[in-house]
């Protein structure tokens, strides 16, 4: 499964949107895109997930550019209960590790 | 409401008492997993369970066991817990895994600490 690499930490202005970027140029053309996050002490929460096309849902936009290297979180209108670890995760079924292995991810820091 | 539920929240422990962290979904979901997080090491998958009767190592099973008679419940044991079993700990649970499928919804976690 593809590496990926992001941003140790970011901060965003409440009520702003939080583009939060992440790198996987060696993604293959059938993993997917998982984006998740953990709010301190608190189970990963599912986010998002895409294979090429930008998805849209109640949370978040995931865009991920024509060559699938990179891809962006967008949280519309962050908010302080946005503040947390963000995980992209680059996976396959059936791939070398078969499940899905969160990094150490980005810590979005809303500030007000 | 849909959830999965750990329990229990908190456990302060001693070496060598067998102990037994439960899992339960509500959701129907076929695959269950546990995990730990240490700091700095990130989450790493214990065990985990494709359905029923079916379960397999993750990365780091070595002192824990499970079990999976029923689909709802997935149980963690640790037989003879160590202080190097001190650890937040994550039941994690999936409708299915595979093909895109691998929405996780995870319990709110078991803060082990082993004495």
């Known amino acids: 499964d593809a590496k990926t690499t992001q941003p140790p930490s970011m901060d965003c202005a409440e009520g702003r949107a939080a583009n939060l970027p992440c790198n996987h140029s060696t993604i293959s053309g059938n993993e997917y895109v998982y984006w998740y996050r953990q709010i301190h002490s608190q189970g990963p929460q599912y986010i998002i997930h895409?294979?090429?096309n930008n998805e849209t849902n109640e949370m978040a936009s995931l865009i991920i550019t024509e060559d699938r290297k990179s891809s962006t979180l967008i949280l519309p209108h962050a908010t302080l209960r946005d503040t947390a670890v963000y995980y992209c995760i680059a996976f396959r079924y059936g791939g070398a590790t078969n499940k899905l292995i969160f990094g150490t991810g980005t810590l979005l820091a809303v500030q007000p | 409401e849909a959830q999965v539920t750990q329990n229990p929240r908190y456990l302060i422990t001693v070496t060598g008492k067998k102990l037994t962290v439960t899992c339960s979904q509500n959701?129907?979901?076929?695959?269950m997993s546990w995990y730990r997080q240490d700091p700095g090491l990130g989450l790493r998958q214990i065990y985990y369970s494709m359905n029923v009767e079916v379960t397999d190592k993750g990365d780091v099973p070595e002192g824990y066991k499970v079990s999976r008679k029923e689909k709802r419940n997935f149980p963690l044991i640790l037989e003879s817990p160590s202080p190097n079993q001190t650890s937040l700990y994550f039941c994690?649970?999936?409708?299915?895994?595979?093909?895109?499928?691998?929405?996780?919804?995870f319990g709110s976690g078991t803060q082990l600490s082993v004495l």
């Open positions: 895409g294979l090429k």
């Open positions: 959701m129907n979901h076929e695959y």
């Open positions: 994690a649970s999936s409708l299915f895994y595979g093909q895109g499928g691998e929405k996780l919804f």
